[in-house]
């Protein structure tokens, strides 16, 4: 799997259990590996918002499973007395929805629902982003004049979208090389640490 939710867990474990397993991106409790803690990258992405932009009210779509990103949200926005509960799209009243529905749905109920305001919004993926550019621009946002929009998640449709879609680059292959130092350690010697 790539980073993130691994859906057929149950399964691939049945299927490969017993074989030397090793993550690269996500964490799992039974199986090592080597990832970078999500919330610090999250954290500084709303600090840029905060400190660069002069951000405040910055609604955000959680994560499909949690992981400590969306708990990063609401820490730093409280740190920094901006945290309003009303911008944070609860994860139950988007769940089971795919990429353009999870956009469409969380500004319905950030706009339509709650009638809220804000100058930025985050998006854990760069689909789900793309999607909530182009709603966005339906409702009459300028994006950036109107709201700033940025993604977690990095890929070529936020760089060649109009404009562009700031994200945080994920270090996949920084990870990549860790990872097979790791694996070559955990095959030579049978065990590595967790």
Not at 148 to 164: N, R, T
Request: proline share 5%; charged share 30%.
């Amino acid at each position: 799997t790539k980073a993130g939710p691994m859906f057929n867990y149950d399964d691939f474990m049945r299927r490969f259990g017993d074989m030397p397993l090793f993550s690269i991106g996500s964490y799992f409790e039974e199986i090592p590996g080597v990832y970078f803690s999500g919330d610090i990258y999250t954290r500084e992405l709303l600090l840029h918002l905060v400190n660069e932009h002069g951000c405040r009210r910055i609604a955000f779509i959680p994560t499909m499973k949690p992981d400590g990103r969306n708990e990063s949200y609401i820490s730093t926005m409280k740190e920094y007395g901006i945290y309003h509960p009303e911008l944070y799209v609860d994860e139950e009243l988007i769940a089971g929805t795919g990429t353009k529905e999870r956009a469409v749905n969380a500004l319905s109920v950030l706009l339509d629902e709650r009638k809220a305001k804000f100058d930025a919004i985050v998006s854990m993926y760069v689909l789900e982003t793309a999607e909530l550019l182009k709603e966005l621009k339906q409702r009459g946002f300028r994006i950036p004049e109107d709201v700033a929009l940025v993604s977690y998640e990095a890929g070529e449709y936020g760089k060649f979208s109009s404009p562009e879609i700031t994200t945080i680059v994920f270090p996949w292959r920084d990870l990549g090389y860790k990872a097979c130092e790791k694996m070559v350690e955990y095959l030579e010697k049978g065990s590595v640490d967790h």
